[in-house]
């Protein structure tokens, strides 16, 4: 079983639209919880991390639900540019430097 | 300041060659990663350095692959007897010991033929 499970999409979404994804993680010693940003043939950049009371940055809200050990993102009032592919990453208490990477949601939005 | 750094940006091999592919960190950071990316695939994880450390080998995929990192700083990875499947993009970060934000190089996409 994967470390990290998302949907791979495409969430095919109109421009101003509210659209979440969700990510499930396998190990129950996982710490931290981070999305990262892929833009087509980049590299992935960290959008944010995901904090335990949930937390936002703007249009985007991240949520941790340890119980049913899944994260979410809530990206409201979709823009162009947030069209990229988001990886779901986590690291555990075990072996805290090492990163586990979801395989990613790519969202198009559409004008 | 400058970012990660990685040459080659793209590498063309035959099958059976050995390749070396490198990777600058940004300055003062100590722990450096190397992840391989497959089409439409998440980050693989390949190898983990922390500083004076013995490194974090267990993400990779077969004895072909080694890793070197000297003087804490510039790292190369080395994949000897290449084969199709190593096809991919192979991408390096690097972090400070007081975050966990990674900050990732342009990748070197590797074709093996």
């Not at chain 2, 990660?4 to 960190?25: A, F, H, I, M, Y």
């Not at chain 2, 974090?56 to 790292?75: I, M, N, Q």
Request: glycine share 8%; hydrophobic share 30%.
């Amino acid at each position: 079983r994967k470390e990290v499970e998302q949907d791979p999409g495409p969430f095919n979404v109109p421009e101003g639209a509210t659209v979440a994804f969700n990510c499930t993680y396998s190990n129950s010693a996982s710490q931290s919880f981070f999305w990262y940003r892929q833009d087509c043939r980049k590299e992935p950049k960290l959008l944010m991390s995901v904090y335990s009371s949930g937390n936002e940055d703007g249009r985007f809200t991240a949520q941790l639900n340890r119980a049913s050990q899944y994260i979410s993102l809530l990206i409201r009032d979709s823009k162009l540019s947030d069209s990229a592919t988001y990886l779901c990453v986590v690291n555990t208490r075990d072996n805290f430097n090492k990163f586990y990477f979801g395989s990613g949601t790519k969202l198009n939005v559409k004008p | 300041g400058a970012g990660v750094s990685q040459s080659p940006s793209n590498k063309v091999t035959e099958k059976g060659k050995d390749v070396e592919l490198r990777c600058d960190p940004i300055s003062g950071h100590t722990a450096l990663y190397w992840y391989r990316q497959s089409l439409g695939q998440g980050l693989e994880f390949l190898i983990y350095f922390q500083g004076n450390s013995a490194p974090d080998k267990s993400g990779l995929p077969s004895d072909r692959f080694s890793a070197e990192r000297t003087g804490g700083s510039v790292s190369t990875l080395t994949i000897q007897r290449t084969q199709q499947e190593d096809s991919a993009v192979y991408l390096c970060a690097s972090r400070t010991n007081r975050r966990t934000e990674q900050f990732f190089g342009p990748g070197t996409r590797l074709t093996v033929l």
